[in-house]
């Protein structure tokens, strides 16, 4: 299985409400990663987790709340987003070796965000 | 991670070799090159990664200039499936501690496949 499945695919909330997006994957990876990608730009990174831990936080604002409850899966909390906030949010798993690693990176279908 | 420069577009003809360029004059020793594509509004695809030498697989061949300051993805017979943005990344390949090691994605290449 080299699957990372997302869910769900698609979701509008208001500026109000709390949600969450998930995400899974069963090949082993130790390290886990969100991205955000904007219309017509390239992914940008947000957090990674390596062994279940917050190794990497870009200055992402606090509305959005990563947490690694196993090596399986990854979730992303939402609360008080702003329309900007729209976008399509990509899960990425990988292995996370050290020494000399080539390990590509598997992504997920990506879950479509509006705010409204 | 060192930058990369890529053209914005590109065409290819259906059936014919899609060479799509990568500059990344200011690679590092330690650093790999590789190689991710996104279909429009699917996850990025991993295609393929070098460090110095060429390397082919069923997907693509990647060659290296000798200095390292530039390579090229082919896709020896472009099919309409192959319409997507390519992402060329450099990317260090050792860490003293087991860690991740993320992706920083440039601007791309859209290659539009033509019919």
């Known amino acids: 299985d080299t699957e990372v499945t997302q869910t769900p695919k698609h979701l509008v909330m208001g500026m109000t409400n709390k949600k969450s997006l998930k995400c899974e994957q069963h090949?082993?990876?130790?390290?886990m990663y969100w991205y955000k990608q904007k219309a017509k730009k390239p992914p940008e990174l947000m957090f990674v987790?390596?062994?279940?831990?917050?190794?990497i936080n870009e200055s992402v604002p606090s509305r959005f709340s990563p947490e690694c409850p196993n090596s399986s899966l990854l979730n992303l909390h939402l609360h008080a987003l702003q329309p900007e906030d729209s976008a399509l949010y990509l899960c990425?798993?990988?292995?996370?070796?050290?020494?000399?690693?080539?390990?590509?990176?598997?992504f997920g279908p990506g879950t479509r965000l509006t705010v409204l | 991670d060192a930058k990369t420069t890529q053209p914005t577009s590109m065409d290819c003809a259906e059936g014919r070799a899609a060479n799509l360029p990568c500059n990344h004059s200011t690679i590092s020793g330690n650093e790999y090159v590789y190689w991710y594509r996104q279909i429009h509004s699917q996850g990025p695809q991993y295609i393929i990664h070098g460090l110095k030498n060429n390397e082919t697989n069923e997907m693509a061949s990647l060659i290296i200039t000798e200095d390292r300051k530039s390579s090229t993805l082919i896709l020896p017979h472009a099919t309409l499936r192959d319409t997507a943005v390519y992402y060329c990344i450099v990317r260090v390949y050792f860490t003293l501690s087991g860690s991740a090691r993320q992706l920083t994605f440039g601007s791309g290449t859209q290659l539009t496949v033509l019919p």
């Open positions: 990425a798993s990988s292995q996370a070796t050290s020494g000399r690693s080539e390990n590509e990176q598997f």
């Open positions: 987790y390596s062994y279940e831990k917050l190794s």
């Open positions: 090949m082993g990876h130790r390290a």
